[in-house]
């Protein structure tokens, strides 16, 4: 069974930074792909950042967030993590890691975590 458990999040204030990290077990990060989603209120979901591990290499990130957030694996922690700096109040959202184990890694992933939630606020 597959699972992917989000920490990281809170509250912070415009400009200042977070990390977030998705431990996944009974799935191998290396396998394909890893992403970043969020969510905010009353918007649909997006893909924030995604980096190819398994045959190629690579990371893709929202043009909102070029510059600011880097994506990465560890594969011997078996985890993801997402840092996030210079955020913006248009950062607050529910923040969701996900997996999956073939095609293209821009959408329908098939793993997903429970969410944590980034507010930034002054």
């Known amino acids: 069974q597959v699972q992917l458990v989000e920490s990281g999040g809170g509250s912070v204030q415009p400009g200042g930074s977070l990390r977030l990290s998705c431990a996944a077990s009974?799935?191998?990060?290396?396998?394909?792909?890893m992403a970043w989603f969020r969510q905010a209120p009353g918007k649909q979901r997006e893909s924030v950042a995604i980096?190819?591990?398994?045959?190629?290499?690579?990371?893709i990130y929202a043009d909102s967030v070029k510059n600011r957030f880097t994506i990465s694996v560890d594969k011997g922690k078996n985890t993801v993590a997402l840092r996030m700096n210079s955020l913006k109040p248009e950062d607050t959202a529910i923040y969701y890691c996900?997996?999956?184990?073939?095609?293209?890694?821009?959408?329908?992933?098939?793993?997903w975590g429970q969410g944590t939630q980034v507010t930034v606020s002054s």
């Open positions: 996900a997996a999956k184990t073939s095609g293209s890694c821009l959408y329908d992933y098939q793993y």
């Open positions: 980096i190819l591990v398994g045959g190629g290499r690579g990371t």
């Open positions: 009974g799935y191998n990060v290396s396998t394909h792909c």
